[in-house]
């Protein structure tokens, strides 16, 4: 009878010891990189937005992140490197691109989900693209594609000959290492001509930015 008493001594004690570092932890900050950048700062259409981390220290991952076993295919593990030339980037870039882009550059990062997955939570300051639009697999046509090149991505056309001298660089994301909407769009761009190094492929998408407790907007 003492021998269990003491194991429910310490058992308990150890219980109290994890709490209380639990405890210590809540309330400390979190910033976004190295140093004390606390936030991401930008203005969309004269309305100032800014990208922080969640700062509870006990929060966790939004729920439609938290499967580990999506049926594959179609959600199969996407490679590192998603074409030669094609630059992966991770959140740190992403939104230093988003600055940019808000800054002026002629920059567009986009989000290759559909319609309803972005409507559910999108990085805040880019632009719905849905691969739907950008993919022939998915019934976009020629034309269509053609136009958003021309119309959103500073592409010229003559005579049917792309120009892409002026061509903005495309940052693509989509719901993750498991998603395969933002590499169809990239794979149509590519074989449309567009310059491998005017696109750059953020892989952990919405799935990593999630992990990470960073602002999404509805």
């Not at 259409?45 to 981390?53: D, E, L, Q, V, Y």
């Not at 090149?149 to 500073?154: L, N, R, S």
Request: glycine share 10%; with cysteine.
């Amino acid at each position: 009878m003492i021998k269990s008493s003491k194991i429910l001594l310490g058992l308990s004690f150890a219980a109290l010891l994890a709490t209380s570092g639990t405890a210590s932890a809540e309330g400390k900050p979190v910033g976004i990189g190295s140093g004390d950048q606390m936030s991401a700062d930008f203005t969309v259409n004269g309305t100032k937005m800014s990208i922080t981390r969640n700062q509870n220290n006990g929060n966790i991952i939004d729920e439609k992140f938290n499967k580990t076993s999506r049926p594959c295919p179609p959600f199969c593990i996407q490679p590192a490197i998603l074409a030669p030339g094609v630059e992966t980037i991770a959140e740190l870039e992403v939104i230093s691109y988003i600055q940019s882009m808000h800054n002026g550059d002629p920059v567009i990062v986009q989000d290759s989900r559909t319609e309803d997955w972005h409507a559910r939570g999108h990085i805040p300051g880019t632009v719905s693209i849905p691969w739907t639009k950008l993919a022939t697999k998915a019934g976009a046509t020629i034309i269509d594609i053609s136009e958003i090149m021309v119309d959103q991505f500073g592409v010229k056309e003559v005579e049917g000959i792309f120009d892409f001298s002026d061509a903005k660089t495309l940052v693509l994301y989509c719901n993750g290492m498991w998603c395969g909407q933002s590499p169809a769009s990239i794979k149509t761009l590519l074989s449309f001509g567009y310059p491998a190094h005017k696109i750059k492929w953020y892989r952990g998408g919405m799935q990593d930015w999630e992990v990470l407790g960073l602002t999404s907007v509805k």
